[in-house]
Nanobody, 125 residues
Framework: QVQLVESGGGLVQTGGSLRLSCLAS????????MGWFRQAPGEEREFVAT????????YYADSVQGRFTISRDNSKNTVYLQLNDLKPEDTAAYYC??????????????????WGQGTQVTVSS
């Protein structure tokens, strides 16, 4: 079992930045693909970014490419999401996720095993 706890959300103005963190507990974190999803009110949950266990494979949603950066520190069991140049449409609850499988199509479909509780990001215009 893997437990995920997000932090770092908040209220920020358009163009601002935030860094989200996700602390994982449990075995074998360093072997898990990790990533982030988000869900805005009234919308379906959508894929944001994913990173393989060694960090060599990274995928981003088109909507965040060039603005968001995913990273991980396996020594700290933590994955990060740096959010830059934030826009009002980035407002959502952001969820950390993990899975033993690689960063393939399962991530785009949201078919991953472990989920955090979410952290709210609100971008004011």
């Amino acid at each position: 079992q893997v437990q995920l706890v997000e932090s770092g959300g908040g209220l920020v103005q358009t163009g601002g930045s935030l860094r989200l963190s996700c602390l994982a507990s449990g075995r074998s974190f360093s072997r898990y693909t990790m990533g982030w999803f988000r869900q805005a009110p009234g919308e379906e949950r959508e894929f944001v970014a994913t990173m393989s266990w060694g960090g060599r494979t990274i995928y981003y949603a088109d909507s965040v490419q060039g603005r968001f950066t995913i990273s991980r520190d396996n020594s700290k069991n933590t994955v990060y999401l740096q959010l830059n140049d934030l826009k009002p449409e980035d407002t959502a609850a952001y969820y950390c996720a993990g899975d033993a499988a690689g960063p393939g199509s399962n991530w785009y479909r949201g078919r991953v095993a472990y989920w955090g509780q979410g952290t709210q990001v609100t971008v004011s215009s």
